[in-house]
Structure formats: C-alpha cells, structure tokens
C-alpha cells in the first residue's frame, strides 16, 4: 500500500532556530517528492519538488532533501520565523498519472518567541 | 494574477440539502482535483477531471458529484448522501505530464 509518513506530528521550536521535519514513504513507482507549507485556513503552497535524481533542492531558508534508495525526504528549515508556523505537508507522486499523489498527514510546526 | 479562485471560504449546509462549492482557474490548466482534508488525515482525492467534459472519481467519490463544462470550471456538489460533509475542501490544478499542483484557497464546509 502507498504510504507516506511525516514526522514529528507536531514540533513548537524557539524563533531562529534550526529544525528538520521528515518524511518517509512506500510510494511505488516513484515520480516526485513536493513539500507544501499550509497555513491554518488555507491551501497548501509548494515550496520544493524534487524528482528521482536530485537529492538536495533549496528555497529560501528552506532546504529539502531526498534519499530515493531509503525513501526517505527531510526539509530543513533555518533561522525559524514566526510566520513559518504551518503545516508542512510531504507529497508523493507515482509515475504514470498526474493524479496519483499520496499526501502525509502533516507536521504541525509553531514558532514561538 | 493567475490562480485558482474557491468560493464560498466558508458554507453552511442543513441536513438533507445539497450544497455546490465553486472551483475556478486562470491559469489554463488541464487537469483539476477536489480534495477533502479532515483533522490528522492526508488530503484524500474526490473527483478529478483531465480534460472538458470528462472526470473520474478518486478514492472517496461516494456522496459527490462533478462537472467540467468550461476548462476554467470544475464545481463540486455535495449532495444529501454524503453522511459526513463537514470538512475542509480543497481544489487543485495541474497542467499535463508537469509535476506542479496549485491549490485554491479551500472552502470549509460545515453541516448545522
């Protein structure tokens, strides 16, 4: 069965401090792995998208990895700011149809002062 | 700006009624999807369309039903058979064989 899974579930870290959220999934055959923050209320906004042979994709002061041979995606985020707390949702796609994605349940992330 | 544009943000709806969310996009996409999203649950596919005038149902389409007239439009109506509505429901779109999904805004539905 494709599966993804996140975690930690949820995460309360000190404003400018480093964290690292991760992401494992079964999903098979393998496409892409994206990273959307989503804010309470609102869609998810992508933040990476990393196909089968990048390993590393930046985006401001967020920073995505990918391990395809364990399956396993992590996204960094430094010098936290208050406005990064969301949800930060790990997405991946099977090849063969655009509509396949399997969507983790989220890491809630909250910044606090 | 291009976009996709939900509406309502928020509806209410009485047992028993069937109620359509409102999907639109700009960005002339092929593809578009309605999700739902319940609290400690991944967003579980509805419906999704490829192209005008055809759709497929996804993984939870049982008390659903869609349209797609128009390329820009892909509307949702929640009908009476739909036991447990209350949720939050997200649109997407999608061009063909790209990797890239935008998400709308969301419309939280709610069944009073």
């Known amino acids: 069965k494709n599966q993804v899974e996140q975690s930690p579930q949820s995460l309360i870290i000190l404003e400018g401090k480093n964290c690292t959220l991760q992401c494992n999934y079964t999903v098979s055959p393998f496409s892409n792995l994206r990273w959307y923050k989503q804010d309470t209320g609102r869609g998810p906004v992508s933040l990476t998208i990393?196909?089968?042979?990048?390993n590393t994709k930046s985006n401001g002061r967020y920073t995505a990895t990918l391990d395809a041979d364990t399956k396993q995606s992590s996204l960094h985020i430094t010098a936290s700011q208050l406005s990064d707390s969301a949800s930060y949702i790990c997405?991946?796609?099977?090849?063969?149809?655009?509509?396949?994605?399997?969507f983790g349940t989220g890491t809630r992330l909250q910044v606090t002062l | 700006d291009g976009g996709i544009t939900q509406s309502p943000k928020y509806l209410f709806r009485k047992e028993g009624q069937n109620v359509t969310l409102s999907c639109e996009q700009n960005?002339?996409?092929?593809?578009m999807y309605w999700y739902r999203q319940d609290p400690g649950q991944g967003l579980r596919l509805i419906y999704y369309s490829q192209i005008v005038n055809d759709f497929q149902k996804g993984d939870i389409a049982e008390g659903y039903s869609v349209s797609r007239e128009k390329k820009e439009s892909f509307p949702l109506t929640v009908t009476s058979a739909q036991k447990n509505p209350t949720a939050f429901y997200l649109c997407?779109?999608?061009?063909?064989?790209?990797?890239?999904?935008?998400f709308g805004s969301g419309t939280r539905l709610t069944v009073v």
């Open positions: 960005l002339n996409h092929d593809a």
């Open positions: 997405v991946v796609s099977q090849t063969g149809t655009a509509s396949k994605l399997t």
């Open positions: 997407a779109s999608s061009q063909q064989g790209l990797y890239g999904y935008t």
């Open positions: 990393m196909t089968f042979s990048e």
